[in-house]
């Protein structure tokens, strides 16, 4: 007989959010040369857009009152919130923290992470997704 009982108890919800931001990517420590051949377009002295897609996967026992890991609208709050930080802006512009620290996918996947991990509590974050072209994607994972 089949024991209803999962092995575990813990499952991780994966959901997709998106959001448009332009960006410029550029470094104060090379010249103008330098910026060139390893930005490329990319260091467009106007930025660049892009409309990219998030996946964030939260990880939890699952609540026996609910059978949920997490309330759907509790993760959209919160992703929601960070996410409006970000659309429709210029990163390099009105983002303080990319006012500081290149836009690439890599940094702006980290700037996710921190400030998402920061809402969730006992280690919910796990996974994170940030596509920014249908060629190229940056993970992050617990």
């Known amino acids: ?16 959010f998106e ?13 103008s040369e330098e ?6 377009k990319c260091n467009n002295i106007n930025g660049h857009g892009h409309d990219y897609y998030l996946e964030v996967g939260i990880t939890g026992d699952i609540d026996p009152e609910t059978g949920m890991t997490i309330e ?4 959209d709050i919160k992703v929601n919130a960070l996410l409006q930080q970000l659309n429709y802006k210029h990163l390099n512009k009105e983002v303080p923290y990319f006012k500081t620290t290149i836009s690439t996918g890599e940094n702006i996947i980290q700037f996710l992470w921190n400030e998402l991990d920061k809402s969730f509590t006992n280690q919910q974050l796990y996974y994170l997704k940030l596509w920014e072209t249908n060629n190229n994607y940056f ?3 617990r």
């Open 72 to 75: 759907l609208e509790e993760m």
């Open 19 to 31: 959001f448009s931001s332009a960006h410029r990517l550029s470094s104060d420590k090379l010249t």
């Open 139 to 141: 993970e992050l994972k």
């Open 35 to 40: 910026n060139w051949d390893i930005y490329d």
């Open 1 to 16: 007989m089949l024991s209803k009982k999962p092995i575990m108890n813990r499952t991780v919800l994966y959901k997709i």
